[in-house]
């Protein structure tokens, strides 16, 4: 059992790897509470799918313009500095945006712009944390620690949403966002708790600046490495097709019933079934084929996100109409949610080794950025692609046809570059 269970060792090497993984581990429970009570919000205010996806779309703009440049800006300055003036910011948008809801503004455009805000300095902050990790822990632990990065994300997504269903449905989305923002000052302790970190000398001695070029340079290493590249490929198929996330309001009221509570449910399966594959990680450590495990585990995504999808076609509901009591699928559906969750987190975590591993130091905030450009603009593409087939077919219909897309997609990139398939963890090519 001890083999099975999640490595420690990267907290037991580093004590400011420790800081930053209790602090965020913390935070995330706010952010992923909020994110619940965002789209409950918006869903109460237009009782529309399509309206909750655009959440997603209002964050994807900031997502990709800063997560590349904000790549740059991590490889250009100390990554400390960066991520505190980073994560400070994201707490000012969770001030603001408790505040809107205090004092019942009820508007959706302002919704958004507070979505695309977080997004703008959350795509600075992540790749600057990510970028930190190596120079914290051995190599040899890094598949470790990013697992126990997976986990900590993954609490917080268990947590939060489950939170956030009960908060929103007992005392409203004011005193979720509140909880949010209270929080992530842990987030902040972590962060604070960093050594410093400046930018390694380049070959010239010239300092390194965090402009277009660097920004191309970045892109033209990217170019050259189908095997970091393919990283990147496979997860916009699972999450470009097959994430079900805004579905989950609509799902809640007339699908599978429950309202607030069952959508936050249905978030904290994904995450619960991440937790399950973070405590039971203690093996990842010895997976040398970890392109083939992250071609098998989007596969496994997809396949387990159109089992939810058959769950919810014989759940039934009609449309428009809110659905009185629970339904008795409610459970085989969460059960197809956790295998998901599963399935991502052992991706993520192969998905994030092979990135680091196979990058220089100097390039890798560059990277990083790229990496949650599509790590984090995916679901929100995904949101988009899933509220507006849910309103056009079906919030079932639109979950099954969505998973069974993304086997399909995978499959057809495996085939396309054989190589990725064939990596060798002990020999990390790019």
Known sequence: MRGLLVDPAPLRESAAYRRLWVGLSLGQVGQQLAVVAIGLQVYDLTRSSFAVGLVGLSALVPLVVLGLYGGAIVDARDRRTVAIAASVSLWVVSLATAAQAWLDVRSVPLLYALVALQSAAYAVNNPARAAIVPSLVSRHNLPAANAL????????AAVGPALGGFVVGRWGVEAAYTVDAVTYLFALWGVFGLPAMPPEPTADGVRRRAGLASVVEGLRFLGGRPNIRMTFFVDMAAMFFAMPRALFPAI??????????TAGALVSAIAGGSILAGLLSGPLGTVRRQGLAVVACVVGWGLSVAAFGACLLAAGGTAGVVRAGVSPWLWPALGCLVVAGAMDAVSAVFRQTILQAATPDALRGRLQGVFIVVVAGGPRVGDLVSGTSGDAFGEAAAACAGGLVCVAAALFLARLQPRFVHYDARH???
Do not use: Q
């Open 149 to 156: 990065h997976t986990l900590s994300f993954t609490i917080g």
């Open 428 to 430: 990390p090519e790019p």
């Open 252 to 261: 809640g009221v007339v699908v599978l019933g429950g309202g607030a509570t």
